[in-house]
């Protein structure tokens, strides 16, 4: 193959599983507002979604899940293999199960649906057939209508697997809006890793105080400002009066432009309140890291003065300091 066709052929893909995607949006309707239904009343009776696939539709099953679980809805992944020898004892009454299979007519669905039913548990089924056997065993079937797949054989799940996903993903978030999952429980479940500590730090853990904070007062020269922010070993000085409030930031940037302006170092001696930023961006001190990323991807800025609840300058994040935190 050339590369054209190569690139050709992987166009190809792409385009058929965003058609797939559109096809299953598009039959979005009162089932999958039935299955969200289904589901509060599952886990506000402290049960468990239980997710089960065979073949490629087991690993679909373990990606659901784990989202699921993330987010804030209980699951667990049930292998109907082992289902059958032994591990349907993890369901109980109150759980509900969610059961993948595209054709609707897999064996080893099929052969745990009434074994489920015996346990008293509610069926939600996923297929791509309306007439399928899972579907008319189960109580609440939702269709996944995504068209061919992408495999020339019309065999290896591609298409199918892909929006059965993205039906797990839209089950998920619904039920992040409908149980009110808010971002403190989201850290919660999330301990690890740069998403755990951007969740979990609060500015207070990562901002610079002290001797690591250059703050100035607006009399202070230029030359002041550059002496303190050397000291402190950092690219800004904070501007703040005399009660700690903040008035402004001068940044390396901010005396790189006046030295380009003034063509010589005459202003050094400026007073730097004439050449800060007046009245900067700044971040309360109870405020998460997590917004932190947020405003620097937004602002593209480097430094942000810390202040408390009466606009007092307690401090400064650098962006710097963010992967030593390691929440970049």
């Known amino acids: 193959m050339t590369k054209d066709e190569m690139i050709a052929r992987a166009t190809e893909v792409f385009d058929i599983e965003i058609e797939g995607l559109r096809k299953v949006r598009d039959s979005l309707g009162q089932s999958f507002a039935d299955a969200i239904a289904l589901m509060l009343d599952c886990v506000r009776n402290d049960g468990i979604i239980v997710v089960t696939g065979v073949g490629k539709n087991l690993a679909v099953a373990e990606k659901m899940s784990a989202i699921f679980a993330s987010t804030g809805t209980r699951s667990i992944v049930l292998n109907p293999v082992q289902a059958m020898h032994g591990d349907l004892g ?46 008319e065993m189960s109580d609440i079937h939702l269709a996944i209508p995504c068209g ?15 929006a059965t996903m993205a039906m797990g993903d ?31 730090l609060k500015v207070t853990d990562i901002m610079r105080t002290g001797e690591r904070c250059a703050v100035v007062p607006p009399t202070a020269t230029v030359m002041d400002s550059l002496m303190a922010m050397t000291k402190a070993k950092s690219g800004s000085a904070v501007i703040a009066d005399a009660d700690g409030r903040l008035k402004g930031i001068f940044t390396d940037g901010d005396f790189r432009r006046v030295v380009s302006e003034s063509g010589s170092g005459d202003a050094l001696g400026d007073s730097v309140s004439t050449h800060m930023t007046a009245s900067p961006m700044f971040v309360r001190n109870d405020v998460y890291a997590s917004e932190l990323l947020k405003i620097f991807e937004r602002r593209r800025i480097d430094d942000l003065p810390v202040c408390d609840a009466q606009g007092r300058v307690v401090g400064l994040v650098d962006i710097q300091d963010l992967p030593k935190m390691k929440v970049l």
């Open 90 to 135: 993890m369901v109980a009454p109150r759980d509900v199960l969610v059961a993948l299979s595209f054709s609707g007519e897999s064996d080893e669905i099929l052969r745990l649906i009434p074994a489920i039913r015996r346990h008293g548990l509610k069926v939600i089924g996923m297929t791509g057939k309306p007439e399928s056997t899972l579907a």
């Open 148 to 162: 061919k797949e992408a495999c020339p054989f019309g065999m290896a799940p591609t298409n199918s697997t892909t």
């Open 170 to 200: 839209a089950l998920a978030m619904v039920m992040i809006d409908a149980m009110k999952f808010d971002i403190s429980s989201y850290a919660m479940n999330h301990p690890a890793g740069a998403i755990g500590r951007a969740l979990v």
